[in-house]
């Protein structure tokens, strides 16, 4: 089982297992069924290495911010990041709602409060789980499906240890703005319900990289 320091470490480490390993899969390079672990997810900014990933902290909690209102209309991250990026456009409806907002899809239900509240109240709970992703309501996907099936809690020797469960996970965008989200989330959870942070274990049935995300193919970059 792989483990990681760092997000970071997460993806320099990943991002050349896809380039080497990934299989061609609908204009990606694809790995399928990846898990690992994140020892300390308070450690989420992602850092420029080999790979030059360029990636904004700044956009990243902002997307927070906007998830914590838990209206998911891109109007609302608009006013807070100062624009609506691309990628958020094209997945709104006409009238700007989607589907991916992960702080509204935990506060549906009240999903996030009963979890907190099972975790304050038992340790021992196997159902401190939140439904993101749900194959009964796929007839509303029509612009945007949610990227993420399920997120799950686990206290052990009183740290709170979280698992996030992937249907697909680009890495370059998904994973950098994701892992960012559900950190904040574990720690958010476990500051409420009264635990330390424990570990961030995040799995993806399909993790990959566009292909214009990969790197020009040569010996020396194989090897690395």
């Not at 891109?74 to 700007?96: Q, S, T, V």
């Not at 009240?110 to 021992?124: A, C, E, G, Y």
């Not at 159902?127 to 194959?135: C, V």
């Not at 990227?147 to 950098?176: E, I």
Request: glycine share 6%; aromatic share 16%; charged share 20%.
């Amino acid at each position: 089982m792989h483990s990681f320091k760092t997000a970071s470490d997460a993806f320099h480490d990943l991002y050349w297992r896809i380039v080497r390993d990934g299989v061609d899969f609908a204009g990606t390079k694809a790995l399928f069924n990846v898990g690992f672990y994140i020892e300390n997810p308070a450690l989420n900014n992602i850092e420029d290495g080999k790979v030059k990933r360029n990636w904004s902290i700044e956009y990243a909690e902002a997307e927070w911010q906007w998830y914590l209102v838990g209206l998911p209309n891109i109007k609302m991250l608009g006013e807070i990041y100062g624009k609506i990026p691309e990628i958020w456009k094209r997945m709104a409806n006409d009238e700007g709602y989607v589907n991916s907002n992960y702080g509204y899809q935990w506060q549906r239900n009240d999903q996030l409060d009963k979890v907190i509240t099972m975790l304050r109240d038992n340790p021992d709970t196997r159902q401190a789980a939140i439904s993101i992703y749900d194959g009964k309501e796929i007839n509303e996907y029509e612009y945007d499906t949610p990227c993420t099936y399920a997120v799950q809690f686990t206290v052990l020797n009183n740290k709170l240890n979280m698992s996030v469960v992937m249907r697909s996970n680009d890495l370059w965008y998904g994973f950098c703005n994701d892992q960012y989200q559900f950190s904040k989330l574990q720690l958010l959870v476990a500051q409420k319900a009264g635990y330390d942070v424990g570990t961030y274990y995040h799995f993806a049935h399909n993790l990959h990289l566009y292909d214009n995300k990969l790197p020009v193919m040569n010996e020396r970059q194989y090897h690395i």
